[in-house]
């Protein structure tokens, strides 16, 4: 790509709803012109303001991978962490300082490669978190490699057969853990990722949002048109706390689903720590 061009999209970037959200840009992206993270980012930004959060008050926390760069983009605090081990360090900082708004951010491979052995757990505690996993299909970072999410016969630098391992679906899998907030959006519907964000940072809870977010680089099969494709609306009837209906849309391949699944109102961890706390108060 001709210097012209980048200059365009960091142009753009830059330009780009500024007087909603200049206060939180921070560092210029490195991702490459077009990828889906973009649009995530802007999105968190937009969520940070609507929600009037405090810089000092928001934490952003990342795995390895392309999306770990988040932490570097967005003022507040943030913590790039080891590889699949974006969970447990969110879980430590909301534990440690309840009050703060703590996000984490990831990729395919960082969340359900790696890191999938902590993402049950999260859930089925209830953290008040709120945890977005942008799914290109791939290891981008790594310069294309299969990964938990590619679709069975894409080739790949570890795959020059075609992938035989059936990919994992991360909107089912957060219904399964038990997660009170679930929903899947796609890159290219900039409201749509900007509003549930928002929505999921203000559920008391345990926010998933599984944004599928196309690598323009080394994903030829998992590409904006292919998704475009199939990606359609849930049902106006679909009622949200129907988690076993949520389960049913969210297996659905053609169309693949967007928009909130699944969300109920029951005690955070937050609220049994205290719980448990005031009895022992009471006890004394």
Aim: overall charge neutral; glycine content about 10%.
């Amino acid at each position: 790509m001709s210097f012209l061009s980048k200059q365009k999209v960091i142009d753009g970037f830059q330009k780009a709803k500024a007087s909603k959200t200049k206060e939180w840009r921070d560092n210029l992206p490195t991702w490459c012109p077009g990828c889906g993270h973009f649009t995530g980012l802007h999105g968190l930004y937009e969520a940070a303001e609507t929600l009037k959060i405090l810089p000092k008050d928001f934490v952003v926390v990342s795995g390895i991978g392309c999306s770990g760069r988040f932490p570097f983009f967005i003022k507040g605090f943030g913590l790039h962490g080891l590889h699949g081990r974006a969970i447990p360090i969110a879980t430590g900082i909301k534990v440690a300082s309840p009050d703060l708004t703590v996000v984490v951010v990831g990729g395919d491979g960082d969340g359900v490669g790696i890191g999938g052995g902590h993402f049950p757990h999260a859930a089925r505690s209830n953290f008040n978190l709120t945890y977005i996993l942008l799914d290109n299909s791939i290891y981008g970072l790594t310069k294309g490699q299969v990964s938990p999410t590619s679709p069975m016969g894409m080739k790949s630098g570890t795959s020059p057969y075609g992938n035989i391992a059936r990919p994992l679906n991360p909107t089912t899998l957060a219904l399964a853990y038990g997660a009170t907030f679930v929903a899947r959006t796609f890159s290219r519907e900039r409201d749509m990722v900007s509003d549930l964000i928002t929505r999921a940072i203000q559920h008391k809870g345990f926010s998933f949002i599984h944004d599928l977010s196309p690598c323009v680089v080394f994903n030829k099969d998992v590409t904006y048109g292919s998704v475009n494709s199939v990606t359609a609306q849930l049902p106006e009837e679909h009622d949200i706390l129907d988690r076993s209906n949520a389960m049913s849309l969210a297996e659905s391949t053609e169309p693949v689903y967007q928009g909130l699944f699944f969300q109920e109102e029951i005690p955070s961890f937050d609220d049994h720590v205290k719980q448990v706390k005031d009895g022992l108060n009471k006890s004394d």
